[in-house]
C-alpha cells in the first residue's frame, strides 16, 4: 500500500477544496476503498475522510424521504419508514454483503461501489480500461461468467455490483450533489454512466464534487414494491441477476410499472420497454412473463455469461409476481 496524506474536514466547503487535489480520494465507510487499497489498486495520494460532515440524517415528511449520504447501509435497511413506504430499498440493501459490512457501508459509497471485476481488481493483469486507460480489457475474451450483457462496450464489461442502486433506480431516486461552485440535482438514471470509450469514468461526478444524499417520492408505485436477488451463495455474494420492480395498480390491471435490473449491466439498468408491455394488462403472472420477455433484447453476451439472459427475464417475472401478490 502506497503512503498518503489523511484529512478530516467538518464542513462541505473544506472537503470539496481537499477533494479538488491531485489523486485525491473520498472515504466514508471504506468498505471497498480499503480493499482496493491493500490490492494496489487505489494509489491516492490523499484520503478525505467525510464523516465528519452533516449528513448522517434520515429526513421524513408526508411526500419524501431525504438520504443523507453518510447514513449507514444497515440503519437504511431497518428504518421503519423505509421498510412500509419503499420495501425494495430495504430488501435490497439486506441482500447485500454481512451485516457488519453494512453497519459500516454507507449509501454515498454504494452510490459508487466499484466493479468486483476479478480482472480489474488484479494489478498482475496488464490490461484493464478501468484501472490503466487504453491498456485493453481481459475480461473480452477470457474468462466472462460474472460480466456483464448489457451496455458493455469494446473497451469494458465489468458489471456494477450494487444492490441498493438498482432498487433507487426503479424509485425514481434522485442524487442532490455539491461541488466547487453550485449544487444540482441528477436522477439516479444519469448519474451512472456507461463505458463507451473511457471505463474508468464511472459516475456524472466531476472533481471535487461530493454527493450529500438522495431523495425519493412517496408514491403507491414505491410502497408495492420488491427486490430479488439470484446469486451463487444465499448470502455475501453478488447477483448474476437482479430485479427491483414496482406496481400501481387500477383493481386486477397495472396502471404504472417499474422495472431495473442489476448483476447483468455495466450500470444500474431500467427496462422501459418491459415497463410498457405491462400498461393495462391484468396483473397475473402470465402477463408478467409475457412482459419480462421484452428485456434483454439487446443483450450481448458471450459462451460463459449467455443464461444470464434467460435467467434475467425469469428474476424479473419472478420479482413481478412477488409484488402482484401484495395485498
Not at 412500509?84 to 454481512?98: D, E, I, N, R, V
Not at 440535482?185 to 454512466?193: G, I, K, Q, R, V
Request: with cysteine; proline share 4%; glycine share 8%.
Amino acid at each position: 500500500m502506497k503512503d498518503f496524506d489523511y484529512v478530516r474536514p467538518a464542513a462541505d466547503a473544506d472537503a470539496i477544496q481537499a477533494g479538488q487535489a491531485t489523486g485525491a480520494r473520498f472515504i466514508a465507510g471504506g468498505t471497498l476503498l480499503v480493499d482496493l487499497l491493500r490490492l494496489d489498486v487505489e494509489r491516492p495520494d490523499s484520503l478525505v475522510d467525510l464523516n465528519a460532515l452533516p449528513h448522517a440524517a434520515i429526513d421524513v415528511d408526508a411526500n419524501h424521504l431525504r438520504i443523507g449520504t453518510l447514513v449507514k447501509n444497515s440503519d437504511l435497511a431497518e428504518h421503519p419508514e423505509v421498510i412500509a413506504s419503499f420495501p425494495a430499498l430495504s430488501q435490497a440493501l439486506l441482500s447485500g454483503a454481512s451485516p457488519q459490512i453494512r453497519n459500516m457501508a454507507t449509501l454515498g459509497g454504494n452510490l459508487l461501489q466499484r466493479t468486483r471485476c476479478s480482472y480489474f481488481r488484479d494489478i498482475a493483469v496488464e490490461a484493464c480500461n478501468k484501472r490503466k486507460p487504453g491498456s485493453g480489457c481481459a475480461a473480452i475474451g477470457g474468462y466472462s461468467r460474472m460480466h456483464a450483457v448489457l451496455g458493455g462496450s469494446d473497451h469494458c464489461i465489468a458489471v456494477n455490483p450494487s444492490d441498493m442502486c438498482v432498487a433507487l433506480l426503479a424509485l425514481d431516486a434522485t442524487v442532490q450533489i455539491r461541488g466547487p461552485r453550485s449544487e444540482r440535482t441528477l436522477a439516479l438514471a444519469d448519474f451512472h454512466t456507461l463505458p463507451g470509450a473511457r471505463p474508468d469514468v464511472e459516475s456524472a461526478l466531476k472533481a471535487g464534487e461530493i454527493v450529500t444524499g438522495v431523495t425519493l417520492a412517496k408514491s403507491k408505485l414505491a410502497k408495492r414494491s420488491a427486490y430479488l436477488k439470484v446469486r451463487d451463495r444465499a448470502s455475501f455474494a453478488f447477483s448474476l441477476a437482479s430485479a427491483a420492480v414496482a406496481l400501481e395498480l387500477d383493481g386486477t390491471r397495472v396502471r404504472d410499472a417499474r422495472v431495473a435490473l442489476g448483476g447483468v449491466a455495466t450500470k444500474p439498468w431500467r427496462c422501459p420497454e418491459v415497463e410498457q408491455a405491462l400498461l393495462g394488462k391484468p396483473a397475473t403472472s402470465e402477463s408478467f412473463k409475457a412482459a419480462a420477455e421484452q428485456a434483454m433484447r439487446n443483450a450481448k453476451t458471450t459462451a460463459d455469461n449467455r443464461f444470464k439472459v434467460e435467467l434475467a427475464r425469469r428474476v424479473i417475472a419472478r420479482a413481478l409476481e412477488l409484488v402482484g401478490e401484495q395485498a
